[in-house]
Structure formats: structure tokens, C-alpha cells
């Protein structure tokens, strides 16, 4: 069977919306039939890209998060992307327990669990032009 579907959205960069995205994504997922465990590990997924618009990319005020997620054969690719103050080293950027949010106790492994839980994942940065995130999760 050739499955091809794709959805788009965006909404406000506020906490609150966070909820929204996982069970947005874990909707669109559900014609894959996927398991449990990989509807757990795409929320967990959906949600660090999420929060990490939330926190570091309109640390001022609220911005616009924008959620792509493609469904082509056995893959699902989900972009999130923001027009944020950017990253200026990737690199450092994804490792572990990095952190550029010191006012609150954050762990600083919001790359690593998207890592962790996705099959492939991608970041595309520019300073003051935002972030997009690209992950792949293969269901089947």
C-alpha cells in the first residue's frame, strides 16, 4: 500500500500549545497503526522540538511555531520550525546538557531525547533566522 499524506500548522509559541502538537502528531500517526511505544517515543519527540521554540527561540515574546509532518511509505517526517533568534553553533548546540536557558533548572537534552526516540534527526539554524528541526521516525 502507497501511503502519502501530509498536514501543516502553527500556532503561538506558548507552553500551553505543547499538548497540542503531541496530540496532533499522535492523531495524524494513527494510520500508520503504529505501536505504543512509537506513538510515546514521536509525542516525546514532537514535544522537545516544541519546547525548544518555547524556550530558546522567542526567549522575549511569543512567537510562531510551524509543524510540517509527512507521511511517505513506512516514514513519518515531522519539521518544526521557527523564525526565532536562531543557533549559532549546532554542534554545541545538541550536546548533551547544554544549555543556553540559565535562569530555570532545564537539563539541556532536549536534542539528545529527539535523537534518542526518532531514527534520524536534523537541525538547520541561522542567528536571528531561526531553527527548523527535522525528524524521522520509519513505522512498519
Same mark, same amino acid.
Request: charged content about 25%; hydrophobic content about 40%.
Given at each position: 500500500?502507497?501511503?502519502?499524506?501530509?498536514?501543516?500548522?502553527?500556532?503561538?509559541?506558548?507552553?500551553?500549545?505543547?499538548?497540542f502538537?503531541?496530540?496532533?502528531?499522535a492523531?495524524?500517526?494513527?494510520?500508520?497503526?503504529?505501536? @505504543?511505544?512509537?506513538i510515546?517515543?514521536?509525542?516525546?519527540?514532537?514535544?522537545?522540538?516544541?519546547?525548544?521554540?518555547?524556550?530558546?527561540?522567542y526567549?522575549?515574546?511569543?512567537?510562531?511555531?510551524?509543524?510540517?509532518?509527512?507521511?511517505?511509505?513506512?516514514k @513519518?517526517?515531522?519539521?518544526?520550525?521557527?523564525?526565532?533568534?536562531?543557533?549559532s553553533?549546532?554542534?554545541?548546540?545538541?550536546?548533551p546538557?547544554?544549555?543556553t536557558? @540559565?535562569?530555570?533548572?532545564?537539563?539541556?537534552l532536549?536534542?539528545?531525547?529527539?535523537?534518542?526516540?526518532?531514527?534520524?534527526v536534523?537541525?538547520?539554524?541561522k542567528?536571528?533566522?531561526?531553527?527548523?528541526?527535522?525528524?524521522?521516525?520509519?513505522?512498519?
Amino acid at each position: 500500500m502507497n501511503k502519502e499524506n501530509y498536514f501543516k500548522i502553527s500556532f503561538p509559541s506558548k507552553s500551553i500549545n505543547e499538548s497540542f502538537a503531541r496530540m496532533t502528531i499522535a492523531s495524524f500517526c494513527m494510520q500508520f497503526d503504529p505501536t @505504543l511505544e512509537q506513538i510515546n517515543d514521536i509525542k516525546t519527540a514532537i514535544s522537545e522540538a516544541v519546547t525548544n521554540c518555547v524556550v530558546h527561540a522567542y526567549p522575549v515574546e511569543p512567537g510562531e511555531v510551524y509543524i510540517t509532518a509527512k507521511i511517505k511509505e513506512n516514514k @513519518l517526517i515531522i519539521t518544526v520550525r521557527d523564525k526565532g533568534i536562531g543557533i549559532s553553533n549546532i554542534n554545541q548546540a545538541m550536546e548533551p546538557m547544554f544549555t543556553t536557558d @540559565l535562569k530555570t533548572e532545564r537539563a539541556g537534552l532536549g536534542f539528545a531525547v529527539m535523537q534518542a526516540f526518532m531514527d534520524k534527526v536534523k537541525v538547520y539554524s541561522k542567528p536571528e533566522k531561526g531553527t527548523r528541526v527535522v525528524m524521522t521516525k520509519i513505522i512498519g
